[in-house]
Structures are given as structure tokens and as C-alpha cells.
């Protein structure tokens, strides 16, 4: 079984400061992980994914994420907020190539003040 | 390259009613998936495709069934609504090969309203 968990369902940022969206995972077997990103009225984007090679992984818009399998965990980052960077964000789990076992969190809706 | 096209965008069904969304891609993409989002929960597996004839029932199949017209096309049918299945429904696509572990590309969505 695998599961995943986002800590926080809103997160309010200042306008070029640091983000951090949380996330842990439970997973039996070796994972990779995914994070999404969701503007209002539109499909999810992928940000970043973890396949099991560097332990930091760098993706678009300046945001990255580090796996720390010691403390099951995939939190994303990025120095300084943007305006834009205001939306919903999904970190995903998946241990195996079957559809079936690809398991969302359940949202972080990130807001940027002025 | 349009990528992952939805149609229709918004639609309201009255409970007992059927319908279709449809959904296409032009990435010569193998794979194809159904997802429904409700509030405060992530994206949940309707159904998927993993291959061109083949289909098959993800976290949460009953109420619909899907039809994998082509390579392009993968499709969702609700045959008798019920307002349980009010939701955004999104549709995506993957290269294949590595399943779950492949990037998926998602369409913009269906806003469906049941009453």
C-alpha cells in the first residue's frame, strides 16, 4: 500500500519570499514522485519527478525538491515567490508502471501577497 | 500541437440523464487516463487506457464506462447520472513504457454538474 501526504492545505507567501510545500509518502517499495501544479480553470502541469536518481531534482519555474527516503519525504521549494506562482499543488506518488497505483495528495493551494 | 483536448467544457445533466466527454491527443501518446477531482481531495482514477484496445478500471470505475475509439481518442460515458458524480473530470495522456512512472499531460478539464 502507498500513500501520500500534503501537510498543509493552504500556504501564504509574501511576494519574493521562500516557499516550502510539505509532503511525506508511505511506499513499500522504491518510489518515484511527482509534483503538480494546478492554476485556476486549468489542467495540471508537471513541475518536477523523482525516478530514483539524484536525490535533488530541479524543475520548471525555479522550483525544486529534495528526496529524503530517511524521513520519507518530497517537499518542494523555491527561494523566492513569484506572483504567478500562485495555484493548487499535487505531490503524486508511484511505486509501480501500473496506472492503478499512481496515488495524488490532496492539494496545496499556495497564495502570493503583493 | 494542441496536446490534451476536452470537450465539452461545462455541462448540467439532470440525474438519470447519460452523456459522453470526450477526449483526444495529438502526442501519439500509448496511454490514456480518466480522473475525477473533488474538493479537498487529489485526483482519483476513473479509468485508463494502456494501450491502444485495451482498457482498464482504476480507484473508482462504477457509473462509467469508457471507450478507446483509437490512438487519439479515449472516451467517457455516463449512462445514468446521479449527482454523486458532479465533479471536474480530467483527462490525460502518457508516452508509455513506464505506466504510472511516465509523465502525464492533462487536458483543461469538464466541469460537470448533476442535479
Known amino acids: 500500500a502507498q500513500s501520500v501526504t500534503q501537510l498543509d492545505s493552504h500556504v501564504s507567501v509574501s511576494e519574493g519570499t521562500p516557499v516550502l510545500l510539505r509532503c511525506n509518502y508511505s511506499?513499500?517499495?522504491?518510489?518515484?514522485l511527482f509534483w503538480y501544479v494546478q492554476h485556476p480553470n486549468k489542467g495540471l502541469q508537471l513541475l518536477l519527478k523523482y525516478t530514483s536518481a539524484a536525490t535533488l531534482v530541479k524543475g520548471i519555474n525555479g522550483f525544486e525538491a529534495e528526496f529524503k527516503k530517511s524521513e520519507t519525504s518530497f517537499h518542494l521549494t523555491k527561494p523566492s515567490a513569484h506572483m504567478s506562482d500562485a495555484a493548487e499543488y499535487f505531490c503524486v506518488v508511484t511505486h509501480s508502471g501500473s496506472a492503478r497505483q499512481l496515488t495524488f495528495g490532496s492539494g496545496t493551494q499556495l497564495t502570493v501577497l503583493p | 500541437n494542441a496536446g490534451v483536448t476536452q470537450t465539452p467544457k461545462f455541462q448540467v445533466l439532470k440525474t438519470g440523464q447519460s452523456m459522453t466527454l470526450q477526449c483526444a491527443q495529438d502526442m501519439n501518446h500509448n496511454s490514456m487516463y480518466w480522473y475525477r477531482q473533488d474538493p479537498g481531495m487529489g485526483l482519483r482514477l476513473i479509468y485508463y487506457?494502456?494501450?491502444?484496445?485495451?482498457?482498464d478500471k482504476g480507484e473508482v470505475p462504477n457509473g462509467y464506462n469508457v471507450s478507446r475509439l483509437n490512438k487519439r481518442e479515449f472516451s467517457l460515458r455516463l449512462e445514468s447520472a446521479a449527482p454523486s458524480q458532479t465533479s471536474v473530470y480530467f483527462c490525460?495522456?502518457?508516452?508509455?513504457?513506464?505506466?504510472?512512472?511516465?509523465?502525464?499531460?492533462f487536458g483543461p478539464g469538464t466541469r460537470l454538474t448533476v442535479l
Open positions: 511506499s513499500s517499495y522504491s518510489p518515484s
Open positions: 490525460a495522456s502518457s508516452e508509455a513504457g513506464q505506466g504510472a512512472r511516465d509523465t502525464q499531460y
Open positions: 487506457s494502456a494501450s491502444e484496445g485495451t482498457t
